[in-house]
């Protein structure tokens, strides 16, 4: 069983930067993907970016494109979210999630780390 931890969330001003994180414990495979997702109150969940293992990343919706950056670090089974420039419709519950080993079904689940932005 894979849990996930995330944290580095907050309370920022627009503009301002904020960097999740999310660390993998009781695995035994490195996930082939790693990704984050975020729920913004009264929304649907919305896919954010992802990095593979190989770390070929690819970002789910343009508004966060030049300002969100993923990472990944298999060695420590971590994924990072780099988020500048933050705007008010950024604030959501932010989720870290992983696949299995070669699927591309995101089976593991953090709680989330809730990021909210004020004008």
């Known amino acids: 069983q894979v849990q996930l931890v995330e944290s580095g969330g907050g309370l920022v001003q627009a503009g301002d930067s904020l960097r999740l994180s999310c660390a993998a414990s009781?695995?035994?495979?490195?996930?082939?993907?790693m990704g984050w997702f975020r729920r913004a109150p009264g929304k649907e969940r919305e896919f954010v970016a992802s990095?593979?293992?190989?770390?070929?990343?690819?970002y789910a919706t343009d508004s966060v494109k030049g300002r969100f950056t993923i990472s990944r670090d298999n060695a420590k089974g971590t994924v990072y979210l780099q988020m500048n420039s933050l705007r008010p419709e950024d604030t959501a519950v932010y989720y870290c999630?992983?696949?299995?080993?070669?699927?591309?079904?995101?089976?593991?689940w953090g709680q989330g780390t809730q990021v909210t932005v004020s004008s």
């Open positions: 990095a593979s293992r190989s770390a070929g990343i690819t």
């Open positions: 999630a992983a696949t299995g080993a070669t699927m591309n079904t995101y089976n593991y």
């Open positions: 009781g695995r035994t495979f490195i996930p082939n993907l």
